[in-house]
């Protein structure tokens, strides 16, 4: 079995690409209509929060918190493996997660989403890439960009309701944010090609993902050594749009505050793309850390019978009394 990593950003049509390499049968990943299909796995963002495998109690309070989560729940996780066997950080938990995963499915393929704080942590990613070339015979890339227009307009349209549309881009905050993700998509894009180029890997645009869909999964079932599956071109998961309309897409921003952004800001932001992957980490650096588990499932009361159990033994051993809590660093 091999990983698939599919390199993106958010709003450029990852989560898409994913659930449409996870209709081919030999190609699995955790998927949940919660999570428009594909969940994230934010291996990053885990293992910086919770850092400290070696510490057994450590390890003991985040098997407890991330077991009860989607992810492990929705990969069919086995809490007492992990119980008795402590991986050395969290990227090599998540690994042994995945492939036993993939072997339960009887796939070939296992299917992850880079997260784009990788991007801005060069280090982190070669070691976790080190990690994969190391333990996977053929490790897969399928990249995908979408035009700076689209990811700029779905982003914006995420921050506004529908009676905002009109006045949301004469707000000062809205301009403010559209700058920010201006120098987003611009530190990104390079950095998202490099990879592709680097791994040998296989570049999509989102256009050929929509709009040429059974040549581009053609091109990926070539890719990964495998015959093109029909329903690749079924839709299993309802899409996660931001727009209900073409006129909430032409309305969103101002043509010429695109154009400026666009033609002046962007050029200058990837002429100094490594200065926004420093003003990323600056800005990490300045915010607390939370638990970055997302607990959907449970909440929607849908945790298999094992997991509740669990979380029930949990809350009792709350009242009456819980050991110290892992404090995120």
Excluded at 192 to 204: A, F, N, P, V, Y
Excluded at 252 to 278: N, T
């Amino acid at each position: 079995m091999n990983p698939i990593l599919v390199v993106g950003m958010n709003r450029g049509g990852t989560t898409m690409v994913g659930n449409v390499l996870c209709r081919h049968p030999q190609i699995a990943a955790p998927q949940h209509e919660l999570h428009w299909g594909c969940k994230e796995c934010q291996v990053l963002l885990h293992k910086q929060y919770w850092p400290h495998f070696s510490d057994p109690e450590a390890y003991a309070d985040f098997l407890e918190q991330y077991s009860l989560g989607d992810y492990f729940v929705l990969a069919r996780g086995d809490y007492d493996h992990f119980a008795e066997s402590r991986p050395a950080s969290f990227y090599e938990f998540y690994l042994e997660l995945m492939d036993r995963f993939c072997a339960a499915e009887g796939a070939s393929y296992w299917v992850m989403k880079i997260e784009e704080r990788f991007y801005h942590y060069p280090g982190e990613l070669q070691t976790f890439l080190d990690l994969l070339l190391d333990r996977y015979p053929q490790p897969r890339f399928i990249g995908i960009l979408r035009d700076f227009e689209g990811v700029l307009k779905s982003h914006l349209r995420r921050q506004v309701s529908g009676e905002e549309i009109e006045s949301a881009h004469r707000s000062l905050g809205q301009e403010k944010f559209a700058l920010s993700q201006t120098l987003r998509y611009a530190s990104q894009r390079p950095k998202i090609q490099r990879m592709i180029r680097e791994q040998s890997g296989l570049m999509l645009t989102f256009r050929e993902a929509t709009k040429e869909a059974e040549r581009t999964n053609r091109a990926i079932c070539e890719y990964l050594g495998l015959e093109f599956a029909p329903e690749m071109l079924e839709r299993e998961y309802e899409a996660n749009t931001s727009f209900k309309s073409s006129r909430e897409r032409a309305e969103i921003i101002a043509p010429w505050q695109f154009a400026l952004l666009d033609k002046v800001a962007r050029p200058v932001f990837e002429a100094l793309h490594p200065l926004g992957s420093a003003w990323r980490r600056m800005k990490d650096a300045g915010e607390e850390v939370t638990c970055p588990v997302s607990y959907r499932l449970r909440d929607a009361g849908l945790l298999p019978e094992t997991a509740h159990r669990r979380q029930q033994a949990a809350e009792n051993l709350a009242m009456t009394g819980p050991r110290s809590a892992h404090a995120a660093p």
